[in-house]
């Protein structure tokens, strides 16, 4: 059995930064070997892709509406992985779910095999 647990969600005005990060765990689960990313879903909208980062941490991938605001990372020792979110708009109000995928995180999230539950996001005055 797998967890992803995501924190760091919350009420940010626009133009701040915040950090999330999704720790993983189970009994059977190496992260080292997994893919990692982030998706999102704003209300009324489908979940999209954010953000993803290959096992070693050597390839990287953002969506072009977080490119060069949000930054990817991961700890294999600490089993984390984490997105620093910076110059925040009300836009990126959505909850924001991390992914693991044995093979790849695809932007259509077709090969994810672990989802966590999500934390909120809120980017308002």
């Known amino acids: 059995q797998v967890q992803l647990v995501e924190s760091g969600g919350g009420l940010v005005q626009p133009g701040g930064s915040l950090r999330l990060s999704c720790a993983a765990s189970g009994r059977t689960f190496t992260f080292s070997t997994y893919a990692m990313g982030w998706f999102r879903q704003a209300p009324g909208k489908v979940r999209g892709f954010v953000a993803r980062i290959s096992w070693s941490g050597g390839t990287i991938y953002y969506a072009d509406s977080v490119r060069g605001r949000f930054i990817i990372s991961r700890d294999n020792a600490k089993n984390t992985v984490n997105l620093e979110m910076n110059s925040l708009k009300p836009e990126d109000t959505a909850v924001y779910y991390c992914?693991?995928?044995?093979?790849?995180?695809?932007?259509?999230?077709?090969?994810?095999?672990?989802w966590g539950k999500g934390t909120l996001v809120t980017v308002s005055p």
């Open positions: 992914a693991a995928a044995k093979v790849a995180v695809t932007t259509d999230a077709s090969g994810i095999d672990y």
